[in-house]
């Protein structure tokens, strides 16, 4: 087993090597057998264990659940950028929905039927990505929509695009950062 | 300390997932889906865990366009039915395929979690029905009842 030293730690596999340190700041298994391993923090250069920090907080603090780590399964060598394309077609196809939903609400009598069916789509994208605080905003919406409360479909709504738009900067500065860590790399 | 399980070797799993079942006469090796859903991230995701786990997919954005497909000769192992499409849903769709004579195991993918409206979805004709997005191991559950029952 490998031992410790003081200020640096290194990764002791009992078998062949299956994970690396991915640019994306966590660990990615390398293709080939999965076995058992333990291991303790490998030593990183700055970048990289800013990286590794920050995706680290978007979890701790509630932004992401574990789709996300599903989605950073699917990275590979055949799609390297799966996670960011993806979370660049969520927010290209979410600005469609949040357009329709301020239409919806600027219309009297407020059709509570398809403001909800568009926030049901708004909620299965955000739970694509793992964007676990956008999709709680969606579900107290349409805990509104069923309550048939205007006031409250029109507060929550801007809740829903408040969390919206800070885990896109968030998102945007991790990627950036990852980008980045993984050319010095 | 990080402790994985044990699985069975990446590549080794995809091979056995990929197989085709023998007596389909296909001559395609590999198991064949399609992917039936409006939602382009789902659509992307969907496509990008099947060919992970080995196998071939294909992607349409309604149920006529799936009804379509197999009405033109296509056939495929395991289709992936979204609930909510425009056009034709999900279970309009899959009673047109089982009317047609479709065998094909066909599951459904719905982001409602309503227990009511999955049952009405299968009761249109599905062998099984998820919350989307599914996850590697389902997928991977899946393909095997597919080679187990065939």
Not at chain 1, 24 to 38: L, P, Y
């Amino acid at each position: 087993m490998g031992k410790t030293v003081r200020g640096q730690w290194h990764r002791e596999i009992l078998s062949s090597p299956s994970l690396s340190l991915s640019p994306m700041g966590g660990w990615q298994r390398n293709k080939g057998w999965s076995h058992s391993v333990t291991f303790t923090r490998m030593e990183r250069n700055p970048l990289q264990r800013q990286v590794a920090y920050m995706r680290r907080s978007l979890f701790d603090q509630g932004y992401l659940d574990e789709q996300f780590v599903q989605l950073e399964d699917l990275q590979d060598d055949a799609n390297p950028n799966f996670v960011e394309e993806i979370v660049t077609l969520f927010y290209t196809d979410s600005a469609r929905l949040i357009h329709n939903i301020e239409q919806a609400l600027e219309s009297r009598p407020l059709d509570f039927i398809r403001l909800d069916d568009y926030m049901h789509q708004f909620k299965g994208s955000s739970s694509s990505i793992g964007a676990k605080k956008v999709k709680n905003e969606c579900t107290q919406f349409r805990e509104h929509c069923s309550a048939r409360s205007a006031e409250g479909c029109v507060r929550t709504f801007q809740q829903v695009k408040q969390e919206h738009t800070i885990l896109r900067r968030k998102l945007e500065t991790y990627f950036q950062l990852a980008r980045q860590a993984g050319l010095a790399n | 300390m990080l402790l994985l399980h044990i699985g069975k070797p990446f590549n080794l799993r995809k091979e056995i997932l990929g197989k085709k079942m023998r007596g389909k006469g296909s001559s395609s090796s590999k198991i064949s889906t399609l992917i039936v859903d409006d939602d382009p991230l789902t659509r992307r995701i969907h496509k990008v865990l099947l060919t992970k786990v080995g196998l071939e997919t294909q992607a349409v954005e309604n149920g006529k366009e799936a009804v379509d497909l197999y009405r033109s000769g296509a056939s495929f192992d395991l289709i992936l039915m979204d609930l909510e499409m425009p056009i034709m849903d999900g279970p309009k769709a899959t009673k047109e395929l089982r009317a047609m004579g479709v065998q094909s195991m066909i599951v459904g993918v719905t982001a409602r979690d309503l227990e009511v409206e999955k049952q009405m979805f299968m009761a249109s004709g599905l062998d099984d029905c998820y919350v989307k997005p599914l996850t590697t191991d389902t997928v991977t559950a899946l393909v095997e009842k597919l080679n187990k029952d065939n």
